[in-house]
């Protein structure tokens, strides 16, 4: 299995960025992103789970709600991260993370319960 991450960059405040995360591999129910920013403990961001057949619930960090979405596309085994009204807060490594098994929805927001893991994609937000 690899998850490789892209699209994080240097931008403005108010700007946009896209990410994307390929999974490759197998097949996930669970797909997110986290973000670590400088001294900071990894922290949840976004995550679309599959609730049953093709249908997907999104959930989303308080920080983030309204501004970030979290889509997927499953012919092409991604997951995207729209960030739009960037800050300066946003600033961090984002990971992408995905899992096979059935999470209960409190275990999406941690770390510990995702097993597979994207090395990381910077992003920067200038003030």
């Known amino acids: 299995v690899q998850l490789q991450a892209s699209g994080g960059g240097l931008v403005q405040a108010g700007d946009s960025l896209q990410l994307s995360c390929v999974a490759s591999g197998d097949s996930f129910r669970n797909m997110g992103w986290f973000r670590q920013a400088p001294g900071k403990e990894r922290e949840f961001v976004a995550a679309i789970r599959r609730t049953m057949g093709t249908s997907y619930s999104k959930y989303y960090a308080q920080s983030v709600k309204g501004r970030f979405t979290i889509s997927r596309d499953n012919a092409k085994d991604t997951v995207y991260l729209q960030m739009n009204s960037l800050k300066p807060g946003d600033t961090a490594i984002y990971y992408c993370?995905?899992?096979?098994?059935?999470?209960?929805?409190?275990?999406?927001?941690?770390?510990?319960?995702?097993?597979?893991w994207g090395p990381g994609t910077l992003v920067t937000v200038s003030s």
């Open positions: 993370a995905a899992e096979k098994s059935s999470l209960i929805m409190s275990s999406l927001f941690t770390p510990e319960s995702w097993t597979y």
